[in-house]
């Protein structure tokens, strides 16, 4: 059995704006479990289309039930081949990854193709396909629902990355990441504290000079 992921994303930025974005995704704030990206093969064919294949190196933490079935020194690095094809003319690019390594545990395929939105020729639509599998006797379907779940998390900050990644081709401010955000807030909520109890102490200090005050003026009546 094979867990199937389909869905669809929108990009507000043109499709000539998303392809170049797309060769500079890494890295970014989102991407922090990309550790490396090299082209092993690119090739214009007779009509113009753009062939490419890329190795992409992956950290990829084990849940702990699945650690207690492989060994202490087996690689934690995921290696990913992604190919593409880049029709320029229609302007369309078709995705496909998959990872060469740790297939026994589980194999993610995934299937992307970037194209014109319907509604809004100014933004890149993107249709993507995920299947996830496992062979692992007894827990196969433990692995392809930890699988599809992750899947899932890694296609927002992908979404994430790339608006982050335009933003920046564009020349506009890149909006905050949620560390950067959570981060202000704490150095906020800090000084606000801070002033805080500063305003408490002035205030218990004023309260016992009056209280001084009065007491003295007590002892002369």
């Not at 170049?20 to 007779?46: C, G, M």
């Not at 190196?57 to 202490?72: S, Y």
């Not at 899932?152 to 081709?169: C, D, Q, R, W």
Request: hydrophobic residues 40%; charged residues 25%.
């Amino acid at each position: 059995m094979v867990k199937y992921f389909l869905g669809q994303s929108v990009l507000r930025s043109s499709w000539d704006q998303v392809f170049a974005a797309f060769w500079q995704r890494y890295p970014n704030p989102y991407s922090k479990h990309v550790l490396t990206e090299d082209i092993v093969h690119r090739e214009v064919t007779p009509d113009q289309k753009l062939l490419s294949r890329r190795l992409l190196t992956k950290t990829n933490r084990m849940p702990r039930w699945a650690e207690r079935l492989f060994p202490a020194n087996v690689a934690h690095s995921v290696y990913i081949l992604e190919d593409s094809i880049v029709d320029p003319q229609n302007q369309t690019m078709t995705t496909f990854t998959w990872n060469i390594n740790h297939a026994r545990l589980m194999v993610v395929e995934e299937r992307c193709v970037y194209c014109v939105n319907s509604d809004n020729s100014g933004w890149t639509e993107i249709r993507r396909e995920a299947w996830v599998s496992s062979s692992l006797f007894g827990v196969s379907r433990a692995v392809q629902e930890f699988g599809l779940a992750r899947f899932k998390s890694n296609v927002t900050k992908t979404m994430k990355g790339f608006e982050y990644i335009l933003a920046k081709l564009q020349g506009e401010a890149p909006s905050k990441t949620l560390v950067e955000t959570a981060k202000e807030a704490k150095e906020k909520a800090r000084e606000t504290a801070l002033a805080a109890t500063e305003k408490a102490k002035d205030l218990a200090s004023k309260a016992a000079t009056k209280q001084q005050q009065q007491q003295q003026q007590q002892q002369f009546v």
